[in-house]
Structures are given as C-alpha cells and as structure tokens.
C-alpha cells in the first residue's frame, strides 16, 4: 500500500515550500510503511483538490483547520494523510527538512505509541498529530511536555467556551497523560534529538475526540452534559490547541515555566496526593515506610513530595504500565522505593532531598 502525503500552508510561502518538497521528492517515510515494490510515498500538494476534489480520501478538513488557525509560526504548514504507521515518525524522520512549527496529521495510525514504546490504539475519530519545535537551552527540554499538556486542556476550555456548551474537565495526569472522568482520554509524546547545537523536538499528540472506544472521548462526554451540545471537530482542536500552545510557549521561553505553574495546577491530578515512600536497609529485607505528599513539580520537572517532618523527595517517573489501552486514574497511596540520593530542592538549599522512582496509578 503506497503512503499518501498530502501537503499544504497557510500562508503563499509555506505552499511554495510544499510545491519544493514534492518537486524534489525529498519527505521520506520509515521502511516498513513501504509495500512490496511500491514507492514509500507518494506526495501531492492538497491545492490538487481543488481541481480533482475525488482524488482526496481523508476525513480531515484542510481549510476548516486553516481558517481556524491564528499562529505565525505554528501548526502553519501541514502533513496530511488517511492513513499512516505514526505521525510522529514521520515528523521525526524529515525533521531536517521541515520548518519548525510543521505538523503532521492523520485519520488511522496503525503504530501508534506513548512513552515507555506503550501502545496506542488509534482508530478513526481520534485526534493524532505530531508537530517539530527547535530548542536551545537542553535544561528547560524535559519542561516542554508540561506546557504542551497544558495548551491541550486550556484549547478544550476555550472550545468549550467558545461553542457556548458545558466546560470539559480535562485533566493532567504527571508527566504526560490527559483524564477524563477518571479514563485516560489523551497523551503526550516527546523525543528529541541534538544537532547543530539545538534540540529538535517532535511532540506527539493523542486525543479521543470521536471515538468513544477504548476508553472514552470528549463528544460523548460532552453529550451526557449537554444532549444538544454541538460536537468538537478534529479540526478546530487541533487549531486551538496550537493558537493555545504558541501563546504559553513564548511565555515559556521568555520568563520560565514558574509563570505557568499556577495554571498548571488547576489541571493536574496531584496536589495533596498521599505517596507511601519505601526505603529499604542495604543488604536487608527490612524497608522503612513514610507517608509523604506531593506539593507540586521541582525545578527539574518531577514530582516534589515532604514528608510530615519536612523531608524533601523528588518522586521520578518508572514507565507506564504495559497494558494494552488506557489504565484509570486513582487517587491512592502508592508504595515506592528509594533509589537514590540527590542534593538541592524546590528552593535550591542545601539539606537533603531523596530521589524516589515511583508509578502513580
């Protein structure tokens, strides 16, 4: 089965750019999307609809996404496709040939995946894009998939808002996955690379806006609130969540993440989550138990937890679970084990802080 990529911009520039790389054949997709002898891909330009509307075979609307788009840099020159192995893979792979911002987008992904090389089932309704961004400064590089899980329930809110229906709660379940009514409705997906000095980054987004299966999906959730609520489209999500994403990123950038951590809050799961703390004695079988509680995110970007005598941990994540699908999310004490030592805190001093490996559920 040949690979369609169909490409276009917003903008006269980024549809020159479009009609570059497909006069010059020069996106690629991995191997194993290639059939037997056929080529990889096969390119076209989505302005070829205009004239031969027939030819186009996805369920994505170009236009209704470019018309709701207001970015200057992101989510302007688009990949599209019906049907692909992963977006993400193909950002990845032809991210030297793309501009920063561009972003890939299709109806089916038959490889999906999470964090952990985690499953991720994608049938037709749900929202799967990936998209390329440039970054400096290696430090602040593990902070991005916070404020990208950020701009997606702040773009729901305001799609919400916007079509006058009931608010969807969207949450933030630490590091990177988004809950619904206590069902896993999303997730976040960074890797980068180091080139040249810079960091490219390919972010990839799941989002259940259509399909009610596996799990949930934001319309079914918005109908039980409101039965005649009018339905999001894959479209306008996407386009509000990079209108979104490009406002919080420059404030990312230009003052930090501490600016965005109070919004961050009011959409994440774990503020006065109780995590039981398991440390045990070298060479023993014995292991000291301590309750202790997340306050919020450490300068690093993981979880920080004191203890009730003022004992300072930083709880990383240990994988998701290997399951197939989407895992509930509650709210419960978890045993974890110490794994480590490290010496700075929230506030940079210098007493104590234990590194702790941990998995919330």
């Given at each position: 089965?040949?690979?369609e990529?169909?490409?276009?911009?917003?903008?006269?520039?980024?549809n020159?750019?479009?009609q570059s790389?497909?006069?010059?054949n020069?996106?690629?997709?991995p191997d194993?999307e290639a059939?037997?002898?056929?080529p990889?891909c096969s390119?076209?330009?989505?302005?070829?609809?205009?004239?031969?509307?027939?030819c186009?075979?996805?369920?994505?609307?170009?236009?209704?996404?470019?018309n709701?788009?207001?970015?200057?840099r992101?989510?302007?020159?688009?990949?599209?496709?019906?049907?692909?192995?992963?977006?993400?893979?193909v950002?990845?792979?032809?991210?030297?040939?793309?501009?920063?911002?561009?972003?890939?987008v299709?109806?089916?992904?038959?490889?999906g995946?999470?964090?952990?090389k985690?499953?991720?089932?994608?049938?037709?309704?749900?929202?799967?894009?990936?998209?390329t961004?440039?970054?400096?400064?290696?430090?602040?590089?593990?902070?991005l998939?916070?404020?990208?899980?950020?701009?997606?329930?702040?773009a729901?809110?305001?799609l919400?808002?916007?079509?006058?229906?009931?608010?969807?709660d969207?949450?933030?379940?630490?590091?990177?996955?988004?809950y619904l009514?206590?069902?896993k409705?999303?997730?976040?997906?960074?890797?980068?690379?180091?080139?040249?000095k810079?960091?490219?980054?390919?972010?990839?987004?799941?989002l259940n806006?259509?399909?009610e299966?596996?799990t949930?999906?934001l319309?079914?959730a918005?109908?039980?609130?409101?039965?005649?609520a009018?339905?999001?489209?894959?479209?306008?999500?996407?386009?509000?969540?990079?209108?979104?994403?490009?406002?919080?990123?420059g404030?990312f950038?230009?003052?930090?993440?501490?600016?965005?951590?109070?919004?961050?809050?009011?959409?994440?799961?774990?503020?006065?989550?109780?995590?039981?703390?398991?440390?045990?004695?070298?060479?023993?079988d014995?292991?000291?138990?301590?309750?202790v509680?997340?306050?919020?995110?450490?300068?690093?970007?993981?979880l920080?937890a004191v203890?009730e005598?003022?004992?300072t941990?930083?709880?990383?994540?240990?994988?998701n679970?290997p399951r197939?699908?989407?895992?509930?999310?509650?709210l419960?004490?978890?045993?974890?084990?110490?794994?480590?030592r490290?010496?700075?805190?929230?506030?940079?001093?210098?007493?104590?802080?234990?590194?702790i490996?941990c998995?919330?559920?």
């Amino acid at each position: 089965m040949v690979t369609e990529l169909w490409l276009c911009g917003k903008s006269i520039a980024e549809n020159e750019l479009a009609q570059s790389l497909k006069t010059n054949n020069c996106l690629k997709v991995p191997d194993n999307e290639a059939s037997g002898n056929s080529p990889a891909c096969s390119v076209r330009l989505h302005s070829e609809t205009l004239t031969t509307p027939l030819c186009w075979n996805s369920e994505f609307q170009v236009q209704d996404y470019m018309n709701a788009l207001s970015t200057s840099r992101f989510g302007r020159f688009l990949i599209c496709s019906p049907r692909l192995a992963s977006t993400h893979d193909v950002i990845s792979l032809n991210f030297g040939e793309l501009p920063v911002g561009a972003a890939c987008v299709a109806d089916v992904q038959t490889k999906g995946r999470g964090r952990s090389k985690n499953v991720w089932e994608s049938p037709k309704g749900c929202l799967m894009f990936s998209f390329t961004i440039q970054m400096e400064d290696g430090r602040v590089v593990p902070l991005l998939q916070y404020v990208v899980s950020l701009a997606v329930t702040e773009a729901i809110r305001d799609l919400c808002q916007q079509n006058g229906t009931a608010q969807l709660d969207v949450k933030i379940k630490w590091p990177n996955d988004l809950y619904l009514d206590g069902l896993k409705v999303g997730g976040i997906l960074c890797t980068s690379t180091y080139k040249s000095k810079k960091f490219n980054v390919s972010v990839g987004i799941g989002l259940n806006v259509g399909n009610e299966k596996p799990t949930i999906c934001l319309n079914a959730a918005l109908l039980k609130l409101t039965p005649v609520a009018r339905e999001l489209q894959r479209e306008d999500v996407m386009a509000a969540f990079f209108n979104k994403f490009e406002y919080l990123y420059g404030i990312f950038i230009q003052q930090g993440f501490r600016s965005l951590e109070d919004l961050y809050y009011k959409s994440w799961l774990h503020s006065g989550q109780n995590v039981i703390v398991q440390e045990r004695i070298d060479n023993q079988d014995e292991a000291t138990e301590e309750l202790v509680t997340i306050q919020g995110l450490s300068p690093s970007g993981y979880l920080l937890a004191v203890s009730e005598d003022g004992q300072t941990y930083e709880l990383h994540p240990d994988g998701n679970s290997p399951r197939r699908g989407m895992i509930p999310f509650s709210l419960k004490q978890e045993k974890v084990r110490v794994s480590g030592r490290i010496g700075s805190d929230l506030s940079g001093q210098e007493h104590e802080t234990r590194l702790i490996s941990c998995k919330l559920q």
